[in-house]
């Protein structure tokens, strides 16, 4: 976020909050949004401004609408939260990011968590990409956070992690990936794809995924998984 045009908000702050202005539609499980809430305890909402700092598993009536990036009681440190537009239409991207946050309380220097929401513009793919996140023992990887996101009240719901060591580390990465453009499509196919390294030995943490739909009586439902190395070999996996 030290590329112009970033613009630094909330620094030095306890359960902060403000609104960005979206400069093109993003879709969110089908629906269009041009607006933005973002907490300083690490979620962005696409509705009304969430200030619960404590943390809760998934589905959450009081957080409609919500990328759970890192929900835990964060403050957040001169840095503040960053966001940033890169790109140009129709392929533009909204960088909101974390910058050297730390937890509430006292302010231990070994704690840095940085980690960013990127939204881009016409495939509506959200990623959660993390940068260092160390401090604290295993409270640095989710030990005490939600990671997540969530359509409406709890309608449906994805739960990478809850409260559960290991669901991030420095250099992970989370996309949620719509099919045909849209995050929710008539077809009812999602995707959540994750970008991770297994070279050490260790496969990533998925989490949970939820999915319910109503459907007229009688009605097959299919459920298709595939595991390739790479997202463009998912189609012939």
Known sequence: CGAPGA???????DDGT???????????????????EVSTNGLLSFG?????????????????????AFWDDLHTRAGGI???VRGTA???????????????GADDPSVSLNFQVVLTETRNTLDVL???????????????ATVGIQ??????????GYNLAGTVS????????????????????????????????????WGQFNYTAVVPAGTRIGLEARFADREDQIGRA
């Not at 630094?8 to 702050?13: G, K, R, S, T």
């Not at 200030?51 to 609408?65: D, E, S």
């Not at 129709?90 to 509430?104: C, G, H, I």
């Not at 453009?181 to 297994?198: L, N, S």
């Open 7 to 13: 613009t630094v908000w909330v620094p030095n702050a």
């Open 18 to 36: 403000f609104g960005l202005t979206l400069p093109f539609a993003f879709d969110f499980y089908g629906a269009p949004y041009t607006r933005v």
């Open 48 to 68: 009304p401004t969430v200030t619960q700092f404590f943390n809760y598993a998934l589905p959450y009536l009081h957080a409609p609408n919500t990328v759970f």
């Open 82 to 84: 960053c966001t940033l």
């Open 90 to 104: 129709p392929t533009r991207q909204v960088v909101v990011q974390w910058r050297n946050a730390r937890f509430y």
């Open 130 to 144: 993390y940068g260092t996140m160390t401090g604290e023992g295993a409270r640095a990887s989710g030990e005490s």
């Open 151 to 160: 359509q409406g009240s709890g309608t449906r719901y994805d739960q990478v």
């Open 170 to 205: 420095t250099g992970s990465t989370i996309r949620w990936s719509p099919a045909n453009g849209r995050t929710r499509c008539e077809a009812a196919v999602y995707r959540r794809v994750f970008d991770g390294d297994c070279n050490n030995g260790d496969a990533p943490r």
